[in-house]
Antibody
């Protein structure tokens, strides 16, 4: 069974960088699939942030591209998100998920999510 | 970017009812559409992909249809555990992904 678990600080100050890690178990990232980040502000809908392949190829939401970096560490079977220059608008539950490639580009396994609050 | 619009935004129904949620894309997306169910405090759960293919383990009372710009999610006989928020997601503009704004299904 594929399992994903997000981890990282729950509180980040404005203008600083949000950093989260997603640990994957039950499946080797190197075996394939893309791995993505999605966020959900409190009481609002879902927003795709970006995705990464085990080779390191990345794709980002154009609205966040200038501030987002997603990286992968296949030796630890995990991938990470960095979002720079955060503001209160970046307060959200952040989910990591497995996503297929091409014609299967939907999310079939999700982490439980982690709430990140941006506040001084 | 492809915009996904769901209707209604919220819906009240009773156990045993048949309900339909609609998702419209701002341009044709063939059948590259997925549906998710999200319960409060939980991660979304994949229900349907390729517009009409049921994800493994999802009850058969859920069904999806449509292609091009108009899609529907139907729950044939509502159960208590079905009251949740539902999202559509297009993946035609791979690798860029967009979600609908969600439809909240509440108990009448």
């Amino acid at each position: 069974q594929v399992q994903l678990q997000e981890s990282g600080p729950g509180l980040v100050k404005p203008s600083e960088t949000l950093s989260l890690t997603c640990a994957v178990s039950g499946y080797s990232i190197s075996s394939g699939y893309y791995w993505g980040w999605i966020r959900q502000p409190p009481g609002k809908g879902l927003e795709w942030i970006g995705s990464i392949y085990h080779s390191g190829s990345t794709y980002y939401n154009p609205s966040l591209k200038s501030r987002v970096t997603i990286s992968v560490d296949t030796s630890k079977n995990q991938f990470s998100l960095k979002l720079s220059s955060v503001t209160a608008a970046d307060t959200a539950v952040y989910y990591c998920a497995r996503v297929g490639a091409g014609s299967t580009n939907y999310f079939d396994y999700w982490g439980q999510g982690t709430l990140v609050t941006v506040s001084s | 970017a492809i915009r996904m619009t769901q209707s209604p935004s919220s819906l009240s129904a009773s156990t045993g009812d048949r309900v339909t949620i609609t998702c419209r894309a701002s341009q044709g997306i063939s059948s590259y559409l997925a549906w998710y169910q999200q319960k409060p405090g939980k991660a979304p759960k994949l229900l349907i992909y390729a517009a009409s293919t049921l994800q493994s383990g999802v009850p058969s009372r859920f069904s999806g249809s449509g292609s091009g710009t108009d899609f529907t999610l139907t729950i044939s006989c509502l159960q208590s555990e079905d009251f949740a928020t539902y999202y559509c997601q297009q993946y035609y503009s791979y690798p860029s992904i967009t979600f609908g704004q969600g439809t909240r299904l509440e108990i009448k």
